[in-house]
């Protein structure tokens, strides 16, 4: 219960000198489901609990420098069909297949995606710079959705996934470690001017579209998962924006994203002619 009077649930990992990084739950076809991961001696583990009745795990062993050995958080998909977890070793985020009807739900730790981070990362609009992962989370919305956190780059990162692509959709963080706290009234602070100190706690609220974050400092900031805006500067004589416009398109449908587009330097002309084509 919520006061901790009353334990309602037990589960011990039965590996000797295992430790626990992260956990996380999911509702997948009406089944609750509990996923536990983390280190374990010269390797990791990674258990997958079905809630439903008594309380039964698969709890499975990987050997050798695998990416669980050194994680950060984890976070699983609405379908249960992939785990995203966040490497302390390099700050890549790894996505790796799963099956939980499968008696072994994670049969291989090669990823299917992996996204890397850059190294000071641009955080300004259009930049597409990942963050150095610290913390992930999958939008209930859409699992191809994943919002990051991160204690070095004190930022949070919205991401679109595909099998072979990472796009950096919005970044809300000056990029430098502050401990101040957030002083603005609702909607009027820019996402440049949000201001974190390592931020270790990533969490998307389903019920309220909330975005809540936590930080070293002890602060809690909550951001709305509708207000994301990405600013887009354009031309019709820039090659790059031509490439980029159908990408823009697809995110423009987005429920819980908002595109501005910037016609910069150009001739009306040809900017209505580009969007006359492009659409």
Known sequence: TEDGTDCRIGIRINLNRASISDIDFKVINNTPYL??????????????CNLSGTPTCITQQF???????????????????MVYVTSTA?????????????????????????????????????????????????????????????????????????????????????????????????????ADDVRFSRVWGLHVD????????????????????????????WASWCAPCRVEHPVLIKLSKEKNLKILGINFKDKKANASKFLETLG
Not at 37 to 47: E, I, K, L, N, Q
Not at 210 to 232: K, P, Q, V
């Open 63 to 81: 050997r050798g420098n695998v990416t669980l050995r050194r994680m950060g958080r984890l976070s699983v998909n609405n379908e249960g069909t």
């Open 90 to 190: 390099d700050g890549d985020l790894y996505g790796y297949n799963l099956d939980v009807t499968s008696g072994t739900p994670l049969a291989s730790l090669t990823p299917a995606r992996r996204c890397s981070n850059a190294d000071s990362p641009d955080l300004t609009s259009g930049a597409n710079e990942m963050i150095d992962a610290t913390t992930v989370a999958v939008s209930p919305d859409d699992s191809n959705i994943v919002y990051l956190g991160s204690r070095i780059n004190h930022a949070i990162q919205k991401l679109e996934l595909t099998d072979t692509t990472c796009t950096v959709v919005a970044s809300i963080g000056a990029g430098s470690n502050s401990v101040l706290t957030n002083t603005a009234n609702s909607g009027e602070l820019a």
């Open 35 to 48: 996923f536990i991961a983390g280190p374990w001696r010269r390797g990791g583990h990674f258990s997958t």
């Open 206 to 233: 389903q019920y309220n579209n909330r975005i809540l974050t936590a930080t070293s400092r002890g602060y809690i900031d909550e951001f709305n998962e509708n207000n994301f805006t990405l600013i887009n500067f």
